[in-house]
């Protein structure tokens, strides 16, 4: 008999469902809702755009910032995106900021059920 995972799949090799929606967000030049599971994640891209300030430009490629609590996964995506996806030499003295916000993520809390925990009530 299978054991059956917290999240509801029967094996180890089934896949949580997946979805995408574009265009989520108004005021952003892109942005997305990405989920898997109950683990859902809000992406939003802002440029490329004149700095604020002369000393966040540079004159011969843009910047790229990524904006997310996970500090030491926005540095690897920065790097990454700079290295091998955006054409940064396309885009001088511009920046092209990339905002992350994780909505959801139980599937990866410690809670073994996969369920939010109940709200504490303040004594």
């Known amino acids: ?9 029967s094996s180890a090799t089934m896949m949580r469902p997946m979805s995408c929606e574009l265009g989520v967000l108004q005021k952003a030049h892109g942005s997305a809702q990405l989920s898997c599971g109950s683990s ?49 030499s396309a885009y001088p003295r511009t920046i092209l900021q990339i905002v992350i916000q994780v909505l ?10 996969g369920q939010k925990s109940a709200p504490s009530s303040a004594s």
Do not use: C, H, Y
């Not at 008999?1 to 799949?9: A, L, Q």
């Not at 959801?104 to 059920?113: A, C, G």
């Open 1 to 9: 008999m299978e054991k059956v995972r917290p999240d509801g799949r």
């Open 40 to 88: 859902q994640v809000l992406v939003a891209v802002f440029g490329p755009v004149a700095p604020r300030a002369a000393a966040e430009e540079s004159p011969d490629k843009a910047r790229i910032s990524v904006v997310w609590d996970d500090t030491a996964a926005a540095a690897f995506l920065q790097t990454t995106l700079e290295r091998e996806v955006v054409n940064v």
């Open 104 to 113: 959801d993520n139980t599937q990866n809390s410690n809670d073994e059920l």
